[in-house]
């Protein structure tokens, strides 16, 4: 599968997300987002797979599809209060990274000097979603 055609499937828009919030290091206590993506891809992808697929297979389809429904109902709470906690006062951080000029002016002198880090980083995401299946 090519890092396209796994960014459109929803299991690799939650996969890419997750790489998102790691990548930013804004995320201190990753415990309450890989508990979010768990939910989302146990609970709620899996099961929505599961309401749809049941009735390819040719067996009963209304346990399985109801017990998915209702463990999704059942998983809303600690799915919101696990995605909200997961940032972890991220704009705060922003904002304490950014409250001074001295410090835009770092920031400015280390997007000049690191301008091959940059393009090398804008080669890889691109080559991601530009590949074949062999990678």
Known sequence: MTG?????????MIDFTQGV??????????????????ILSQNYVKGFYRIINEPVRGETVVFPAVYSIFHMVWSM????I???SAPDRMFTRLGKKFDDWYDLRILLSNIVH??????DAYRE????????DRG
């Open 4 to 12: 396209m055609e796994s960014f459109l499937t929803p299991l690799g």
């Open 21 to 38: 919030f790691y990548g930013t290091g804004l995320v201190n206590n990753s415990t309450h987002l890989e508990t979010c993506v768990d």
């Open 77 to 80: 709470h600690p799915l919101l």
């Open 82 to 84: 696990n995605c909200y």
């Open 114 to 119: 690191n301008v091959s880090y940059a393009h």
């Open 125 to 132: 995401v691109y080559e991601f979603f530009d590949s074949d």
